[in-house]
């Protein structure tokens, strides 16, 4: 019940965020290398969509392979989890030219990111939530793009959550 919670709420947040001072906190599960994670795959898969189209056209349940940016909130990973937020890649992100020091809470297209936001959680084999930080996990940080492939789940708002256990990160994001 507290992990359901977690993800309601972070799926919530993108709407009340701004532009905030923040460093990006280091990740608080060490130990794992992404080069040996079993959810990191080395080969993008195939017919991945934004998330913004997939908000719009996948069903409740149905297999769906997204590509999108870490991002939506100035801290778009739940500590603890294997679980974050990925942005359409189509929503540009602020610069610190801007005023944002933290160009991955979308905080000059704010307005954008409610139609374009999905939440990721990495699963195991039984589909229960990996207890591990995506970030030391998956090699991953605020701005990656990241495609993922898994089971598509809508709450009664519309808010989309992607449960996957393969994560493909894009190079040189």
Same mark, same amino acid.
């Given at each position: 019940?507290?992990? !359901?919670?977690?993800?309601? =709420?972070?799926?919530?947040?993108?709407?009340?965020?701004?532009? /905030?001072?923040?460093?990006?906190?280091?990740?608080?599960? /060490?130990? *794992?290398?992404?080069?040996?994670?079993? *959810? +990191?795959?080395?080969? /993008?898969?195939?017919?991945?969509?934004?998330?913004?189209?997939?908000?719009?056209?996948?069903?409740?349940? #149905?297999?769906?392979?997204?590509?999108?940016?870490?991002?939506?909130?100035?801290?778009?990973?739940?500590?603890?989890?294997? #679980?974050?937020?990925?942005?359409?890649?189509? +929503?540009?992100? !602020?610069?610190?030219?801007?005023?944002?020091?933290?160009?991955?809470? *979308? !905080?000059?297209?704010?307005?954008?990111?409610?139609?374009?936001? #999905?939440?990721?959680?990495?699963?195991?084999? #039984?589909?229960?939530?990996? =207890?591990?930080?995506?970030?030391?996990?998956?090699? +991953?940080?605020?701005?990656?793009?990241?495609?993922v492939m898994g089971k598509a789940k809508?709450?009664?708002?519309?808010?989309?959550?992607?449960?996957?256990?393969?994560?493909?990160?894009?190079?040189?994001?």
């Open positions: 019940m507290k992990i !359901c919670f977690r993800l309601m =709420l972070m799926g919530l947040s993108f709407l009340v965020v701004g532009c /905030e001072s923040s460093e990006v906190p280091s990740d608080q599960n /060490e130990g *794992y290398s992404a080069a040996e994670s079993e *959810y +990191v795959v080395d080969r /993008e898969p195939d017919g991945a969509i934004p998330v913004g189209e997939a908000r719009e056209s996948t069903d409740d349940g #149905a297999e769906v392979t997204l590509v999108g940016r870490i991002g939506g909130s100035s801290d778009p990973f739940v500590d603890g989890l294997a #679980a974050f937020t990925i942005v359409d890649p189509k +929503v540009p992100c !602020c610069a610190a030219d801007e005023g944002c020091p933290t160009p991955w809470d *979308y !905080c000059c297209t704010q307005d954008q990111v409610k139609d374009n936001i #999905a939440t990721v959680k990495v699963v195991d084999e #039984a589909g229960q939530p990996v =207890l591990h930080g995506a970030r030391a996990l998956l090699g +991953v940080k605020e701005l990656s793009t990241v495609v809508r709450d009664d708002q519309g808010n989309l959550t992607v449960s996957t256990h393969q994560v493909f990160v894009r190079p040189g994001q």
